[in-house]
C-alpha cells in the first residue's frame, strides 16, 4: 500500500516529508506533535508503519483549521508504483537546467513550477521559456510553499549547502552529479537528508536509460562470463572560459568531476563492486583543473577498467565490456539510442531497449518513483562509492580536491 498526502492547496503547505523505509522514526514524532497522545495515535501508527505508509504533508495552519488530507493508492506486487504528481522548483539556469526543464514537460507526474536564479531576470527569461515562475534569488525558491522538490543544478562547490537547506526547508532534493565536492561533503548531505526525512538522489540521468539498465543487467547475469576488461570515454571538446565554473578549482570543477565521474560510475555499476587499486594521470589546465585524465580501476585479480575523459578533446564515446565469453559495445551509454551490440560465440547481435521519453524526463520519472517508496536508481552507497574514488583519483593526478 501507498499512503499520500494529498495537498491541500487552500491552506499552503510546508512541503512533504517523506517517510516510508527510510523515516518512520521521524514521522513518528512529526504525528506526535499533532495529536493528543491520549487518544488513539499509537494504535493508529502501530497499523501504518506495518503497512509501510510513504508519503506526507501536513503544515501547521492547515493542523488547526484543516487537518490532515491523506489519499490512499494501493498497488499489487509486481506492478509499477503509483507516483504523486511532483512541483518542481529548479536551483541555477544554466545549460543542464535547461535541459532538465525542457524534458520535463514529456513527464507524466513532473511540473515546472519555479526557478530560482541569483538576478531576477535571468529568472524571469527561464520562465518565459519553460514555464512556472522566475524566483529572485536560491533562498527564494526554498521558501516557495509550491515547490515540492528541488533540482540542484549549481555548480558542485554549492551542492552541498543548498541541496542542504532544501532538505531542511522541507524539500526533496535531486542533486546533479557529482553530489559534492568530496566523500566527506556527500556524506553530510546525506546525514542530513536522515535528519530532516527528505529525499536525497544523486542526478546520474543515464542510469535510468533502460538499454543501460539491460546491460548492467546482462554482464551481472553472466552474459560475458568473466569481466576481463572495461575500457569507457566521456569527451567533448569546447572553449576554457574562466566564468565556467568548470574551471574553476574552488568549485570542483575539472573533467574528472565533470564527466569522467560517469566512467567511474558504470564501470561500479557492471562490476556491482569497489575497485581495489585505482591509478590517474591528469594535464592541469592553466585555469588550475584537470582538462583530461586517463585511469585505471582494478577490480580483483581479473578486471582491468582504463577511461579516459576531457572538456578540451573530443573523442568516441564508446564503452567496451570484454569477458571471456563475448563482448558488449555501447555507442553512447550516457545519452543513447537504446541499442547496444553483444558479440558472442561468433555471432553478433543487437540489444534494443527504447526508453519512452528522453533521459531527463525518465530521471524525474524515476525520482517521482522514489518519494513514493521505490528504491531510488543511485542509493546513498553508490554515491559515497563514487564520490571515495573521484578523490583518490583526483589525489593520485595531483588535481585539488577542495575541502
Not at 70 to 91: C, E, V, Y
Amino acid at each position: 500500500m501507498v499512503f499520500n498526502s494529498a495537498r491541500n492547496r487552500d491552506c499552503g503547505n510546508a512541503g512533504p516529508v517523506s517517510v516510508g523505509g527510510r523515516a518512520i522514526v521521524s514521522l513518528t514524532r512529526r504525528l506526535a506533535k499533532l495529536f493528543d497522545p491520549q487518544e488513539a495515535l499509537p494504535p493508529l501508527l502501530k497499523k501504518l508503519t506495518g503497512l509501510g505508509f510513504l508519503f506526507l504533508t501536513m503544515n501547521s495552519s492547515c493542523r488547526s483549521s484543516c487537518g490532515l488530507a491523506f489519499s490512499i493508492a494501493t498497488r499489487q506486487k509486481g506492478t509499477n508504483l503509483m507516483t504523486q504528481p511532483l512541483n518542481w522548483g529548479i536551483l541555477g539556469t544554466g545549460m543542464i537546467a535547461r535541459k532538465f526543464a525542457a524534458e520535463l514537460r514529456h513527464t507524466r507526474s513532473g511540473t515546472l513550477v519555479a526557478s530560482g536564479s541569483r538576478r531576477q531576470e535571468t529568472a524571469d527569461a527561464f520562465a518565459a521559456e519553460h514555464g512556472g515562475r522566475g524566483v529572485p534569488g536560491y533562498a527564494a525558491l526554498l521558501d516557495d510553499p509550491e515547490v515540492d522538490a528541488v533540482y540542484n543544478s549549481l555548480p558542485n562547490g554549492l551542492h552541498a549547502e543548498w541541496s542542504i537547506k532544501a532538505m531542511e526547508a522541507g524539500k526533496h532534493v535531486l542533486c546533479e552529479k557529482p553530489m559534492a565536492c568530496n566523500a566527506a561533503e556527500a556524506e553530510s548531505m546525506f546525514d542530513a537528508a536522515e535528519r530532516t526525512g527528505q529525499l536525497l538522489v544523486e542526478a546520474f540521468m543515464y542510469r535510468t536509460l533502460p538499454a543501460v539498465k539491460t546491460l548492467i543487467e546482462m554482464v551481472q547475469g553472466g552474459a560475458l562470463g568473466q569481466v576481463k576488461l572495461i575500457r569507457s570515454n566521456f569527451s567533448f571538446a569546447r572553449e576554457a572560459l574562466v566564468s565556467d565554473a568548470r574551471y574553476q578549482a574552488a568549485q570542483a570543477g575539472g573533467g574528472l568531476m565533470d564527466v569522467g565521474c560517469y566512467c567511474v560510475n558504470l564501470t561500479r555499476a557492471v562490476m556491482a563492486s569497489e575497485p581495489t587499486d585505482t591509478a590517474c594521470f591528469a594535464h592541469l589546465h592553466e585555469h588550475g583543473v584537470d582538462d583530461y585524465a586517463a585511469g585505471v580501476m582494478r577490480f580483483g585479480d581479473n578486471t582491468l577498467a582504463t577511461f579516459t575523459c576531457g572538456m578540451t578533446v573530443a573523442n568516441n564515446w564508446t564503452t567496451y565490456i570484454a569477458g571471456d565469453d563475448g563482448e558488449i559495445a555501447i555507442n553512447d551509454p550516457w545519452l543513447g539510442d537504446g541499442t547496444f551490440t553483444l558479440h558472442k560465440d561468433g555471432k553478433t547481435q543487437t540489444v534494443g531497449a527504447k526508453a519512452d521519453m528522453p533521459v531527463y524526463a525518465l530521471e524525474a520519472e524515476a525520482f517521482a518513483e522514489a518519494v513514493a517508496g521505490a528504491t531510488p536508481w543511485i542509493t546513498r552507497q553508490d554515491t559515497l562509492g563514487n564520490m571515495r574514488v573521484l578523490d583518490k583519483l583526483r589525489e593520485q593526478a595531483g588535481v585539488p580536491v577542495p575541502t
